[in-house]
C-alpha cells in the first residue's frame, strides 16, 4: 500500500479560513452576534423552501404530499423573514433563548441520571454540582445579555477553531 506525501490544499485553505473566522468572530463578539442572527434568518428562509421542493417532489413521486410540508415551510420562511427584518430584537430574543436553554439543560441533567453516575455516587455528587452551577451561570446570562452575547461569540469561535485545527490536521497528515 502506498502512503501518500504531501500537503492537502484544500484541507489546508478551508482549515485557515476557520480558524480566521474563529479569530474574527472572537475579536469582535457583539457584531457577530447580528450577523450569526443574520445567517440564522437566512437558513429559516432556506429551509422553508427547501421543506416546499421536498414536499412537492413527494407529491409527485407518490401522488401523496404532506400538507405538513407546506406549512413548516411557510412558517420557517415567516420566521426567517421577521428575523431578517428584525435583527436586532432577533439577537437579543436568541441570547434569552440561550440562557433560557442552559437552566433548563441543567434542570433536566440534574434529574437524569447516566449510568456512570449510576455507578459511583462522588460522580454523581460532581454532575449535580456542575448542573447547579450552570443553573447560577444562565441566571446571569438571563440578567446581563452582553455577558451572553459574548459566551455565544466564544462558543462560536470554539466550534470554528476546532474545525479549522482538523482541517488543518487532516491537510497535514
Known sequence: MQQKTGIRWSSLLIGVFFLIIGVFIISFPEENLFAI????????????????????????????????????????????????????????????????????????NMFTITPAEGSNKRFHMVSILLNIIEIIFGVILLFNPLIAAVVIAVFMSAVFFIIGITYLIDALR
Not at 430584537?89 to 434542570?107: D, E, G, K, Q, R
Open 37 to 108: 442572527t443574520w445567517l440564522i434568518g437566512i437558513l429559516f428562509v432556506i429551509t422553508g423552501f427547501i421543506e416546499i421542493f421536498v414536499r412537492r417532489i413527494m407529491k409527485q413521486a407518490t401522488q401523496k404530499g404532506s400538507n405538513l410540508l407546506i406549512v413548516l415551510g411557510i412558517i420557517n420562511i415567516i420566521i426567517g423573514i421577521l428575523i431578517l427584518f428584525n435583527v436586532v430584537t432577533s439577537t437579543t430574543f436568541i441570547v434569552y433563548l440561550f440562557a433560557i436553554w442552559f437552566i433548563i439543560n441543567a434542570v433536566l
